[in-house]
């Protein structure tokens, strides 16, 4: 039964997966066509050059990039340290310590490359996280234990992992497109500990 169930997760993991990117690339369209908008009523912007303006148009996509992954790994960071607190499942803080060990790095990357690039990062991990972070903070035992795996194992890696693909994918800048490739495997390694730790029979 453990067994189909953890197939099951990881086809609808999958499935999710491609859906999921599929969709952002769609909005992230939007968004260029949002930016486009925004540029054409911005004051003085008869006086900017194409090339400046293309090239507003791309760090545009990468900030939007910076602050949305910044924010994922830094929710992935404070929730796990929230597990290390609440849970006394082995096998969820285990996984906790890896993201934090996984994370931590990556986010201090992520944030230097930002400041090179002259784009501000976020300081704190924003409404969605943080509603999602207080919701947690309530919860003990075993609910909080199932909360964690939903929210930090799968829902935020599949956020990360689209976050990621979506950057290598239309991304401009070759730095930050670079940070997203090296990244993904990450991320698709974090879904694959989900399956391996977290979907297991609770240890405490």
Known sequence: MN??????TKNL???????????????TGYSQINQKAIA?????VSTISGTNISQARLNAIDR?????????????VEMAKLALEKSNN???RQYAQQMIQDHTPANKELMQLAQQKGITPPTDVGSKYQAIIAQLSQLSGADFDLAYRNEAGMNGHMENLVIHT????????PD???????????????LQLVDELLMQPTQQ
């Open 3 to 8: 067994l189909a169930h953890e197939n099951l």
């Open 13 to 27: 993991t999958n499935l999710m997966g491609i859906i999921g990117v599929s969709t952002a690339i769609a909005v």
């Open 40 to 44: 054409q009523t911005t004051p003085n």
């Open 64 to 76: 939007v990039y910076v602050n949305e992954a910044a924010q994922a790994g830094m929710a992935e």
């Open 90 to 92: 082995d096998n969820v």
């Open 166 to 173: 979506r950057q290598l994918q239309i991304g401009q800048d």
């Open 176 to 190: 930050l497109q670079a940070f997203a490739a090296k990244n993904i495997p990450i991320v698709e390694r974090h």
